[in-house]
Nanobody
């Protein structure tokens, strides 16, 4: 069983940056396929970025060039660096261990002036 805890969300102005962290416990996730997803109330949860155990990444078209997913295996942590943030990036961001189908509780990102 893998437990995931996200942090780093908050209020940021348009054009600003944030770094989200996802710390895993209960198992070593270094080989796991991990991802960040986001959800706006009333809408479906959408993939933002994924990273394989080997470090290959994939991004939603809406965040390409602005967001970067990475992992620090010794720290059992996955990150999402977000820059050039837009109001439409406002959502609850969830970390997922796709390999074992485990989700965190989410962290809210609000982009507003």
């Amino acid at each position: 069983q893998v437990q995931l805890v996200e942090s780093g969300g908050g209020l940021v102005q348009p054009g600003g940056s944030l770094i989200l962290s996802c710390v895993a416990s209960g198992n070593n996730i270094s080989s796991h396929f991990m991802g960040w997803y986001r959800q706006v109330p009333g809408k479906q949860r959408d993939m933002v970025a994924t990273i394989t155990g080997g470090g290959s990444t994939n991004y939603a078209d809406s965040v390409k060039g602005r967001f970067t997913i990475s992992r620090d295996n010794p720290k059992n942590t996955v990150y999402l660096q977000m820059s050039s943030l837009k109001p439409e990036d406002t959502a609850v961001y969830y970390c997922a261990d796709i390999f074992v189908k485990s989700w965190g509780k989410g962290t809210l990102v609000t982009v507003s002036s």
